[in-house]
């Protein structure tokens, strides 16, 4: 096996993150994890139980995505104690680069205390799109154990048209849904139109909210108030996978009798191996982009 230069250490995160050390170790990297029950993790991974010393034995240090939950501490769903972001920045030298997912202002904020280079892994376009695929997979996968019809024939709407709605829309149709589209840009309309679904203003979201049997939210926005709520018919199955807090208002929609399903970070969740390969070549980009022989 060739043994590559490029030093790793991977910090909290969920079961992509544990199939992306087993991928790196596979390939010949160095990896150094924290944070991790070891028992599913391959020999070659070195375990670390200090944060200084696990980041000293990197170039690179991979944090979860999204990254934070509160833009304090690290996201895991495998820690037993909380870990604070900026103990982990500040061991981060000026030459070493961290990459994490959904890193906020807040978060950035902090990072910018310290010389290191920072990279969003989600504002990469490969990730984005590609990403979107086990997390359209994942609301179907959801909808389908959560009621008792079949997607195909059913009425399902779409709120929103970015990277997972597009591809959310296509497999729904690929089912043969009665698919409807909402979108607030003229341009976005036009191209729901041009792929054969039903385009809906976003103003007139709330005339025909009753209609649909599923509905698929991943505008990162309320958008599904208590007055739009009363408008859904009580059969109806929500699936928000819109960033939390999600685009729905939960306490209303459980007074109401509706039931909504808040489906944060999907492919960690129905298709982490699939995932993991995902962040691992967007990560081989970067590096790539930077120069740097791989």
Do not use: W
Request: net charge negative; charged share 25%.
């Amino acid at each position: 096996m060739t043994y590559h230069r490029i030093r790793f250490a991977v910090i909290g995160g969920d079961l992509r993150q544990i199939k992306l050390i087993n991928l790196l170790a596979s390939k010949g990297y160095q990896v150094n994890m924290f944070g991790f029950d070891n028992k599913n993790i391959d020999s070659r991974v070195n375990l670390f139980n200090n944060i200084r010393e696990l980041i000293s034995d990197a170039d690179i240090i991979v944090g979860p995505i999204p990254c934070s939950r509160d833009n304090k501490t690290v996201y895991s769903d495998y820690l037993d104690s909380s870990i604070m972001l900026e103990d982990i920045f500040k061991n981060i030298s000026e030459d070493k680069i961290f990459m994490a997912g959904s890193i906020t202002p807040q978060i950035k904020e902090i990072a910018e205390q310290y010389p290191f280079k920072v990279i969003d892994l989600l504002e990469r376009e490969e990730l984005a799109i590609l990403n979107a695929i086990p997390t359209a997979e994942g609301a179907i996968l959801y909808a389908m154990g959560n009621s008792e019809i079949t997607i195909h024939g059913s009425k399902c709407l779409v709120l929103g048209f970015g990277k997972c709605g597009k591809v959310l829309a296509h497999k729904l149709k690929g089912l043969d849904a009665d698919l409807t589209v909402e979108a607030r840009k003229a341009e976005d309309l036009a191209l729901i139109k041009s792929y054969g679904y039903k385009a809906l203003y976003l103003q007139d979201l709330e005339k025909f909210i009753g209609d649909y049997d599923f509905i698929f939210n991943t505008i990162p926005a309320l958008i599904l108030n208590r007055d739009l709520l009363q408008k859904i018919k009580k059969s109806a199955l929500i699936i928000d996978i819109a960033s939390k807090p999600g685009g729905v208002d939960y306490s209303a929609a459980k007074e109401l009798g509706i039931q909504a399903i808040l489906a944060p970070s999907l492919p960690g969740k129905v298709a982490p191996e699939s995932a993991a390969l995902i962040i691992y070549e967007t990560i081989l980009n970067v590096i790539r982009d930077m120069g740097v022989i791989i």
